[in-house]
């Protein structure tokens, strides 16, 4: 399975960017997919997550800035980020956890938010 993230950037804090991650497999066969960030010198982060039934999960961080959605007939997720802060740079992996238990990371995308 192979996931690509695109969609990332650089913005002036306030502004928007919409990350995008598609996967070569059917996201039928996805129980949950997220976004990870890793910024410089820190551990990767959990941002947000959706399961296969619409739940969704956010950090405590990006709660009412950032929504995570997907489409099923594109196998694609989205990451709609507004009011993007400096401390939202990092580079943004997609991830997708499948149904028999494997795991699956895309490449990152780098966004770059300046004060």
């Known amino acids: 399975v192979q996931l690509q993230a695109s969609g990332g950037g650089r913005v002036q804090a306030g502004g928007p960017l919409r990350l995008s991650c598609a996967a070569s497999?059917?996201?039928?066969?996805?129980?949950?997919m997220g976004w990870y960030r890793q910024a410089p010198e820190k551990q990767r982060e959990l941002v947000a997550t959706?399961?296969?039934?619409?739940?969704?999960n956010y950090a405590d961080s990006v709660k009412g800035r950032f929504t995570i959605s997907r489409d099923s007939a594109k196998n694609t997720m989205y990451l709609q980020m507004n009011v993007l802060k400096p401390e939202d740079t990092a580079v943004y992996y997609c991830n997708s956890h499948h149904w028999n238990g494997v795991d699956y990371w895309g490449n990152g995308t780098q966004v770059t938010v300046s004060s």
């Open positions: 497999a059917s996201i039928f066969t996805i129980n949950s």
């Open positions: 959706i399961t296969s039934s619409g739940s969704t």
